[in-house]
């Protein structure tokens, strides 16, 4: 499942509009408990920083942790397995 991200760009990624974050994030916070429900989906995966930053400040309003979003890069990154080890 595709979940386009954001709600922080744009200027918006303040402490000062947090309300207004939190009310643009319903949509995306709403698909996320669907696929938790119907998948035990444990974590979202962001490409971009902003997103990763929006969403962090933004879950535990919705009784979510905010290390449930994680970056792309990360997994990434984790998943890499470089030389040998002989």
């Known amino acids: 499942m595709y979940l386009r991200l954001c709600g922080g760009g744009g200027g918006l ?8 974050r939190v009310k643009g994030a ?7 408990h669907e696929v938790i429900e119907q998948y ?10 902003i997103c990763k930053s929006q969403f962090t ?6 009784s979510l942790g905010m ?3 994680i970056s ?6 984790d998943a890499l397995v470089l030389g040998s080890e002989q």
């Not at 990624?13 to 207004?20: A, Y």
């Not at 319903?26 to 996320?32: D, E, N, S």
């Not at 979202?44 to 920083?49: D, F």
């Open 72 to 77: 792309v890069h990360q997994l990434v990154g």
């Open 57 to 62: 400040k933004v879950l535990p309003f919705y």
């Open 26 to 32: 319903l949509p995306r916070v709403q698909a996320l």
């Open 13 to 20: 990624l303040t402490d000062d509009l947090t309300e207004l």
């Open 40 to 49: 035990q989906v444990t974590h979202m995966a962001a490409i971009c920083a």
């Open 67 to 69: 290390d449930m979003i």
